[in-house]
């Protein structure tokens, strides 16, 4: 799953076709692994959109043909908030 930090541009297909681009990794604090991928989408009639899809979500990675395949329909992919979840966002408490 390396080729996920390096998966800008990368085709993103879900379970059913064709879902749009890899628009950024996104990197927790101190990790050289991304934990979400912003993807756009943009489908005729319909407004562009950026969902945060976590790397859980991620079923394969063909770096050389540069796509990145998901787990889930591309209706439910591109229905996920456009927002980073809260706890992603958190410290761990050091107290």
Same mark, same amino acid.
């Given at each position: 799953m390396r080729? +996920?930090?390096? *998966?800008h541009?990368? !085709? !993103?297909?879900? *379970?059913?076709?064709? +879902?749009g681009v890899?628009?950024?990794?996104?990197?927790?604090? *101190?990790s050289?692994r !991304?934990?979400?991928?912003?993807?756009r989408?943009q $489908? =005729?009639? $319909? &407004?562009m &959109?950026?969902p945060?899809?976590a790397? !859980?979500l991620v079923?394969?990675?063909d770096?050389?043909a $540069?796509v990145? #395949?998901? &787990?889930?329909t591309?209706?439910? @992919?591109e #229905? @996920?908030p456009?927002? @980073?979840p +809260?706890?992603s +966002? @958190?410290r =761990?408490f $050091?107290g």
């Amino acid at each position: 799953m390396r080729a +996920l930090s390096q *998966s800008h541009g990368f !085709a !993103a297909v879900g *379970s059913d076709g064709e +879902l749009g681009v890899v628009e950024t990794p996104v990197f927790p604090p *101190s990790s050289p692994r !991304a934990d979400f991928l912003i993807v756009r989408t943009q $489908r =005729p009639g $319909r &407004r562009m &959109r950026r969902p945060v899809i976590a790397v !859980a979500l991620v079923e394969s990675v063909d770096a050389r043909a $540069r796509v990145v #395949h998901f &787990r889930g329909t591309v209706q439910e @992919l591109e #229905h @996920l908030p456009e927002s @980073l979840p +809260l706890a992603s +966002l @958190l410290r =761990p408490f $050091r107290g």
